[in-house]
């Protein structure tokens, strides 16, 4: 009977499927996209030609931020400028570049700058702040974290085609160089020179990237 039960289901999805196939519902979860993307657009300062915010990604400070042509920021992204803190007054920026690809779950919050370069690749779950709940004060130790002052050690650069993996935390004050790689899970609080490999929690250089000659 189960046997049966199943082939009956089989046969079922395989004609829903004909009606209904998955090219078909990618096609409508790409128009959905480009939907939502033109709505959410509204709501920040630039959005760049060809640029898409895809569907369930969350803005704050949208006027704070700039995004340039052909890029995308996957879903669920959370993009954040806080101008406004508990009372306390910052001066965010958020720009990224052209052709810049931000994977799924991406987490990016700005009280100072945060530059993105063009051609900048990331995995999912990358997180790039400009700022912390507090300074890590004995003093602060008894105030709720939620409830601490944002203090930020400085703007984060990302230069040119800067590939950064799944799950890498870049931190205040930091530069990395263009055509660095940032290996999954790193932590990166220092900067990172050019055309270099880092990994690690903290990110140390791993490999200089060479040029070849012949």
Known sequence: MKLIVNQILKLI?????????????????????????????????VLGKNSLIMKDCYLLGGKHIEIGNNSCIARHGVVTCWDN???????????????????????ITSINSIIIGNGVLTGRRVTISDNSHGNSSLEETNILPSKRKLYSKGPVIIEDNVWIGDKVTILA????????????????????????VVAGNSAKIIKQIKKYDD
């Open 85 to 107: 803190y508990m009372g306390e007054l910052f001066k965010p920026t958020i720009k990224i570049g052209d052709n810049c690809s931000i994977g799924e779950y991406c987490h």
């Open 13 to 45: 999805i395989f004609f829903w499927h004909c009606l209904y196939s998955y090219k078909i519902s990618l096609i409508k979860r790409k128009l959905g996209d480009k939907i939502y993307s033109f709505w959410i657009g509204n709501n920040i300062r």
């Open 173 to 196: 004050g930091v530069r990395i160089g263009a055509n660095a790689i940032i290996g999954a899970n790193s932590v990166v609080t220092k900067d990172v020179p050019t055309c270099c």
